[in-house]
């Protein structure tokens, strides 16, 4: 039988109390994320009833119709049921048992805090940077909160999550420290190619370092500064800058990088098993982005990351 999670009105009303409207886009994606974690989802439907008497009331139907309509964009299909007669209004309905795969999940989860996070530094694969102490913490905190985090996801997922045989985990020491703090007792694989991206001469640099012309080489110069503004114009798609002992890469070339390795965690999964990736910020914007689901609701590829030390998850596509 297939496991199914009803969506309620306390699903809205979680949803409406835990956000505000300059929030409303990253709590909608947790709602999402915990309920996606079933292949069958019943949502009610509250449009078609009498206009709302009052105000409470009206705000709890905007925060389903937003709930229904994020669920929606995450499904393969949508079926509208009407006095038991169902209306396929997204995908195919298909009658027959979809087999339930645990590999079609996934989960990834951002390291703590760095001193980089902190002066908001270019950190990216050149940059072997140690948690801090609030880093750790985050990530102990997040080992303590896991059983309430998961706490609604399905029963299966949940518990390949809290307690994976093996964790797939970036070569950085930040990663690794915190693989280590949110999963002691699990097998750690090591894959290199889901390391941050390549900064090259932006290293460990500031915004503001960097458009006064200041590079990691210690060079300082407009040119420089011209060549970061290039790169900014052109929203990383240009490579960043590179000279011995400072390579840097593409967005797209760092894109294609981490989708093939996790393509290839993929291919090497059990059946029961479901990837559990601890990495970067940036490792987690693009593999949500090219192999999660697409969620309309996530307008903007930075939408992916999460918090230091938190996660994201979701069904593959």
């Not at 795969?101 to 990834?108: D, E, G, Q, R």
């Not at 002066?119 to 609030?134: E, Y």
């Not at 900064?199 to 080489?217: C, I, R």
Request: with cysteine; hydrophobic share 40%.
């Amino acid at each position: 039988m297939a496991f199914v999670h009803k969506v309620d009105d306390g699903d809205a009303v979680e949803f409406l109390n835990e956000t505000t409207e300059k929030k409303i886009i990253p709590e909608l994606s947790r709602v999402v994320e915990r309920i996606s974690s079933f292949p069958v989802v019943v949502a009610t439907e509250m449009g078609c009833g009498v206009v709302p008497v009052s105000e409470s009331e009206s705000r709890i139907r905007e925060a389903n119709g937003r709930l229904n309509i994020a669920l929606s964009s995450v499904a393969s299909t949508v079926v509208l049921m009407n006095s038991g007669i169902p209306t396929v209004i997204k995908g195919t309905l298909d009658t027959k048992r979809v087999p339930f795969s645990l590999s079609s999940f996934a989960v990834i989860f951002r390291h703590g805090q760095t001193l980089s996070n902190v002066n908001k530094q270019f950190a990216g694969g050149g940059s072997d940077v140690p948690l801090t102490a609030l880093g750790e913490m985050q990530a102990v905190e997040t080992r303590e909160r896991m059983p309430e985090l998961f706490s609604k996801f399905q029963t299966l997922v949940r518990g390949k999550i809290l307690n994976p045989r093996r964790v797939f985990v970036s070569p950085m020491v930040r990663a690794r420290k915190t693989a280590d703090i949110l999963f002691p007792d699990a097998e750690k694989v090591v894959v290199e190619d889901i390391r941050e991206m390549r900064m090259g001469l932006f290293e460990n640099m500031t915004h503001e370092e960097l458009s006064a012309g200041k590079f990691a080489d210690g060079s300082v110069s407009e040119d420089n500064a011209a060549v970061y503004q290039r790169w900014l114009d052109s929203k990383g798609k240009l490579a960043t800058p590179s000279s011995a002992g400072f390579k840097g890469e593409s967005q797209d070339d760092f894109v294609k990088r981490t989708v093939a390795a996790f393509d290839e965690i993929r291919a090497s999964l059990d059946e029961d098993e479901i990837p559990v990736i601890v990495a970067h910020g940036g490792v987690q914007m693009s593999l949500c982005e090219m192999r999660f689901s697409k969620s309309g609701f996530l307008k903007n590829l930075h939408d992916w990351q999460s918090e230091n030390a938190m996660f994201r998850f979701g069904e593959l596509k």
